[in-house]
C-alpha cells in the first residue's frame, strides 16, 4: 500500500472530524454545496451561453482548462466553499493543476471507463483532489459519477488504453484488472452541490439515457509542495495561500472571455498537457 502525506489541521473549516476521516478511508465525500440552485442555474447559463459563441459544445482543448480563458470558471475555481473543504484535506497552500468538463448531452452514448486519475498525471505524489461541480443534476438516471469505496488505498493499478470513440477520458484508459461493479457507490449531485474524490479512487460514470443534460465540472488541486515529474515544464493557478515551492508556471486570470491573450496562452499550455498525457503513444483521441 502507497502511504500518501496527509494533513491533520488542528481546526477544520467545513468538514467534520468524522467526514474527514471517511474521506481519508473510502477516498471521497459528497455531498456539499457551493451555490445555490440559483447561482448553480446562473453558472449554467454562463457556460451554455460560451457554447452558443464558439459553436456548440465545448469539446477537445476548450472542455480543459477553461478557468484559463472564462471569466465566470476562473471564478469558480476559486469559489471559498470549494476551497475550504479542500483545504480540510490538503491544507492551506493550494493550487488548481487543471480543470474539465465533463458533459453527457441527452440520451448521450458518451461514458467515462473505471480507472484512477493519477495515471498519466506525471505529478509526484497522489495527494490530490477533485471537486466535481454539478451544473445540473446529477444522478443514476443520467449517468452519475459512480466511485469504487477505498481503491484509493491501493497503489497505482495498471491500466490499458482503448482510445474509444465515445469514452470521455484522454486515452479511454481503464483498469486492466477487475473491478466490483456492486460495491460502486453512486455519487448523486444536485445543481450547485460538489463531490470530492481522491486521484486514486477508482470510479467511471455510465451513458446518459435520459432527455436532459449531465453537466459537471472537475476541477483539480494540489498543494503547492507537489511536482510535476514527466513534462518539463508545468504551470497551474495559485488560488489560496502561498506557493514557496514555484514548482509550476503561475497562469494568470483572464481579463475577458475569450481574451485573444488567454486563448494564445491556453492553447500553448493544453498542448504542453497533451505531451504529458499522451506521452508513450503515436494516436491522438478523436475530438
Not at 518539463?232 to 489560496?240: G, H, I, K, P, W
Not at 481574451?259 to 498537457?273: F, G, M, N, R, S
Request: net charge negative; with cysteine; hydrophobic share 35%.
Amino acid at each position: 500500500m502507497t502511504q500518501t502525506a496527509t494533513v491533520t489541521p488542528s481546526k477544520t473549516k467545513v468538514l467534520t472530524p468524522a467526514q474527514l476521516d471517511a474521506y481519508r478511508r473510502n477516498g471521497y465525500h459528497f455531498p456539499s454545496r457551493a451555490l445555490s440552485a440559483e447561482e448553480a442555474f446562473a453558472y449554467r447559463n454562463k457556460l451554455e451561453s460560451a457554447e452558443a459563441s464558439v459553436g456548440g459544445p465545448l469539446r477537445g482543448p476548450l472542455r480543459n482548462k477553461p478557468h484559463l480563458i472564462f471569466t465566470w470558471a476562473a471564478e469558480l475555481v476559486r469559489h471559498p466553499a470549494i476551497l475550504d473543504a479542500v483545504e480540510d484535506v490538503l491544507g492551506p497552500n493550494l493550487l488548481c493543476w487543471s480543470s474539465s468538463f465533463f458533459i453527457k448531452e441527452k440520451r448521450d452514448p458518451s461514458y467515462v471507463s473505471w480507472h484512477q486519475d493519477s495515471t498519466y498525471w506525471g505529478l509526484s505524489r497522489p495527494d490530490i483532489v477533485t471537486a466535481w461541480v454539478a451544473f445540473s443534476v446529477s444522478e443514476v438516471a443520467n449517468g452519475c459519477m459512480r466511485v469504487i469505496p477505498g481503491s484509493h488505498l491501493k497503489d497505482q493499478l495498471p491500466h490499458k488504453d482503448t482510445f474509444a470513440e465515445n469514452n470521455l477520458l484522454t486515452r479511454g484508459q481503464e483498469v486492466a484488472v477487475q473491478v466490483d461493479a456492486n460495491s460502486a457507490v453512486d455519487i448523486e449531485l444536485q445543481p450547485g452541490e460538489f463531490s470530492l474524490h481522491h486521484v486514486r479512487i477508482v470510479h467511471g460514470s455510465e451513458p446518459n439515457p435520459a432527455d436532459y443534460r449531465r453537466i459537471g465540472y472537475a476541477i483539480r488541486y494540489l498543494p503547492t509542495d507537489v511536482r510535476q515529474v514527466v513534462g518539463e515544464r508545468d504551470s497551474a493557478t495559485l488560488v489560496r495561500g502561498v506557493d514557496d515551492f514555484h514548482y509550476f508556471d503561475a497562469e494568470p486570470r483572464p481579463k475577458a472571455d475569450l481574451d485573444p491573450e488567454a486563448v494564445a496562452l491556453h492553447k500553448q499550455i493544453t498542448e504542453a498537457a497533451d505531451q504529458v498525457l499522451y506521452r508513450g503513444t503515436d494516436k491522438i483521441k478523436p475530438k
